[in-house]
């Protein structure tokens, strides 16, 4: 088996430290980039490491050395860093390049949220330097598909009780990428929009899990598809750092976010995908990455109307 020789940025995240082991498992070359003074304790002793700051074009072309594909990882607060691995790109041999999304492929509106404009306008200049690109979306991520599973309630939002939510678990992602990049040739995946989906499930099928789980009827309460909109536009136009949160409930609520998944997704063979009884019922669904209290209390004011 041949292997793509890759170079990580984003080892530390919720999500990106499982890719970035599955990424380890999978046998290929990997080579993990950090910011100076940045805890690499976690990364085992075999993979090579190298502190590097972005802005520094030099140092991060010579860290590109050997590189075949460079995948971001970051958070959102670390979007726009990627335009130094932009602008390096081209003075190097990489062959592709995978932008940190793991989302969808949002409309206008949702493009208007910081987080998302930034990874748009990464994907953009990426695109104009010449450099190939494959995006990866995930959809939701299961462990924070916004119901409270732990208290049994659920905010049914325009149609989502009927409309169709696609989630990936962590694990799931974590093998996909693995799968994607260690061995692939990079002809048969650079520039694809490659999406994956492990479960697609509806309001009222996730309510029925949650009931059968606790043994008791599940709390909820409707809002509209109107209302939920003017929570996403006075979010936005106020710098709300709630927006991304009210849409992503917005477009499960329409439909429109299976629909942003595309068509063209990837199998990862041989994986036993988790079932919405699995997670919930069986539950094994993993935790999601602790909130500060600020946030939790806001969520937690607009579930408490749930009856």
């Not at 994907?123 to 990866?136: N, S």
């Not at 979306?137 to 598909?145: D, I, K, P, R, S």
């Not at 009222?204 to 059968?212: A, D, G, H, P, Y």
Request: proline share 4%; glycine share 6%.
């Amino acid at each position: 088996m041949s292997f793509n020789r890759i170079a990580v940025y984003g080892h530390r995240g919720w999500a990106s430290s499982v890719i970035v082991a599955a990424l380890i498992d999978s046998g290929a070359p990997i080579k993990v980039l950090y910011r100076p003074g940045s805890d690499i304790s976690s990364l085992p002793d075999s993979v090579a490491k190298i502190a590097v700051d972005l802005a520094d074009q030099e140092k991060v072309i010579a860290a590109l050395q050997d590189v075949d594909i460079v995948i971001s990882l970051v958070g959102h607060e670390g979007v726009t860093r990627q335009l130094g691995l932009v602008n390096a790109i081209p003075k190097t041999k990489v062959r592709l390049f995978v932008p940190s999304d793991l989302a969808a492929r949002y409309d206008e509106q949702g493009l208007r949220i910081p987080v998302n404009h930034a990874k748009d306008e990464v994907e953009r200049a990426a695109r104009a330097a010449g450099i190939p690109v494959t995006v990866v979306l995930t959809g939701n991520f299961a462990e924070a598909m916004g119901v409270d599973r732990h208290n049994n309630r659920i905010i049914f939002t325009g149609e989502s009780e009927h409309k169709a939510l696609n989630l990936c678990t962590r694990p799931y992602v974590a093998a996909a990428y693995a799968s994607i990049f260690a061995s692939t040739p990079i002809d048969q995946i650079k520039d694809r929009t490659i999406a994956l989906s492990e479960i697609r499930a509806t309001g009222s099928e996730i309510v029925s899990m949650l009931t059968e789980q606790h043994g008791s009827r599940t709390r909820s309460r409707h809002e509209s598809a109107e209302s939920i909109n003017e929570l996403v536009e006075t979010s936005v136009a106020t710098g709300s750092n709630f927006a991304l949160a009210f849409y992503c409930r917005k477009i499960w609520g329409t439909g429109q976010q299976t629909q942003m998944m595309g068509e063209d997704f990837w199998e990862v063979k041989g994986y036993q995908k988790a079932s919405l009884h699995d997670l919930i019922v069986r539950g094994r669904l993993q935790e999601y990455r602790q909130l500060p209290p600020a946030v939790l209390e806001f969520f937690e004011s607009h579930f408490e109307q749930c009856a």
